[in-house]
C-alpha cells in the first residue's frame, strides 16, 4: 500500500500507472488546495490516501489500525464510495477530522470485497 500525504508522495508513483489522475486529484483537491485556507493539512490530524495494490486485498491494515484487530478492507466501515477512472474511491472517516481515502484499482478486486464495495456504491 502506498500511503501519500503531500505532492511529494506523487514523485513515488508513475505517472503510466492508470490510479496517477485519480490520485492527482485527491492531492490537489484534499491536500494542496488545504494549504489556502486558515486550515492546512496535517497528515497526521485529517488523515491521507492509500493507493491497494492486490497483496492489500486480504491482509490486515495494521499499519492504518494498529494492534491487535485491525481492519481488512472488507471490514472496514466506510463512509462511501465511487468508482473513478477505473478505480474504486474509498472513503474511511474516523472522527469528524481524520479519514483515509482508499484508491483500489477496479481489476483486482473480486468476490466478497467486490460485493461490499458494490454495497457502498454512491452512484
Not at 474504486?88 to 472522527?95: D, E
Amino acid at each position: 500500500m502506498l500511503k501519500i500525504t503531500s505532492e511529494a508522495d506523487l514523485l513515488r508513483l508513475n505517472p503510466a500507472n492508470p490510479a496517477f489522475p485519480v490520485i492527482q486529484d485527491l492531492v490537489h483537491r484534499i491536500i494542496t488546495e488545504s494549504y489556502k485556507t486558515e486550515y492546512p493539512y496535517d497528515p497526521d490530524s485529517d488523515g491521507w490516501i492509500a493507493l491497494c495494490s492486490q497483496d492489500d486485498l486480504d491482509r490486515p491494515l495494521t499499519e492504518f489500525f494498529g494492534e491487535p484487530d485491525p481492519y481488512h478492507l472488507i471490514d472496514i466501515p466506510y463512509e462511501g464510495i465511487n468508482r473513478l477512472g477505473g478505480m474504486f474511491v474509498a472513503t474511511y472517516l474516523a472522527n469528524n477530522q481524520f479519514g483515509i481515502v482508499f484508491v483500489v484499482p477496479e481489476h483486482i478486486v473480486h468476490g466478497e470485497l467486490l460485493e461490499c464495495f458494490e454495497a457502498h456504491l454512491d452512484e
